[in-house]
């Protein structure tokens, strides 16, 4: 099987890694040539690592062998195209736009978008907007296990057959949701992050009193660690997305906490600070 990725940021290198890793063939694409090595240096120091842990049983070189770098990709003996492009509606649009027109019927298209509404990028496809739908994977890809695999107006029937194939081969568990504001899992974390914003705001307890209690009582990680490992960033465009989406319900409203870290570049992990400090 050969998988077109487009966008070689975190989510693109992290679906790249785990499909080479799982035997399939990728083309991780992006415009800028820096975007793209940087990818791949990432997948392949996170690979090395693997092998070095005794997770990985092929030699690197293997795993390497699965993955081609493009400025675009490939329109012969392709089987899906993944678009893991920046979250901006009108920039996804475009993507599809052009993705309806160069590829056959046979090729799957999906977008990784967290809670952009997968409708309204079918709405661009005038060819064939059934063999349109979502696959949101999650951050980081290699050790989240859910894939979301969301049914948009036109998505067909086959097409969630063979969704659900794919998250099978790569190690994935599919699980579909319908195409509504945040899907399932966005929808479900946005109080938890959204919350825990307003307790700290109003002094009821710090960021690291609240991560604490919540990994104590059974969470992977506290909303602020989270939302730094994510980025506060994406955290806001999904939290903007949903309110905007649900017509401004009011549970679902941004924190100005997050409007001004974004605004200075405090992004989480990334950019070395966010709720904390990283060195």
Do not use: C
Request: glycine letters at 8%; a neutral charge; hydrophobic letters at 40%.
């Amino acid at each position: 099987m050969t998988i077109v990725v487009l966008g070689s940021g975190t989510m693109g290198a992290g679906i790249a890694e785990v499909a080479i890793i799982q035997g399939q063939h990728v083309v991780l694409t992006d415009p800028d040539p820096a975007a793209r090595q940087r990818a791949y240096q990432r997948i392949q120091k996170s690979l090395q690592r693997g092998i070095e842990k005794g997770r990985l049983a092929e030699p690197l070189a293997t795993y390497i062998s699965r993955l081609a770098l493009a400025d675009s990709g490939p329109t012969q003996d392709v089987d899906w195209v993944i678009e893991a492009a920046p979250e901006q509606l009108a920039l996804k649009q475009r993507i599809f736009e052009d993705l309806d027109q160069r590829y056959g019927e046979s090729v799957w298209l999906a977008s990784n978008t967290s809670s952009i509404a997968i409708s309204r990028l079918q709405a661009r496809a005038a060819r064939f907007p059934e063999r349109i739908g979502g696959l949101h994977f999650f951050n980081p890809v290699p050790r989240m296990a859910l894939v979301e695999i969301i049914r948009g107006l036109d998505t067909s029937d086959a097409y969630l057959a063979s969704a659900r194939e794919l998250t099978r081969r790569l190690g994935k568990t599919g699980v579909v949701v319908p195409d509504r504001p945040g899907f399932l899992v966005n929808r479900v974390a946005r109080p938890y992050y959204l919350e825990a914003l307003r307790m700290a705001d109003e002094g009821v307890a710090t960021f690291a009193v609240v991560d604490d209690v919540m990994e104590g009582a059974g969470f992977p990680m506290g909303p602020f660690r989270v939302m730094d490992l994510v980025g506060i960033d994406v955290n806001l465009s999904v939290t903007k997305s949903v309110y905007e989406q649900t017509y401004w319900d009011e549970r679902y409203r941004p924190h100005p906490w997050q409007e001004q870290l974004v605004e200075r570049g405090t992004w989480g992990r990334k950019s070395g600070r966010g709720f904390y400090r990283y060195e």
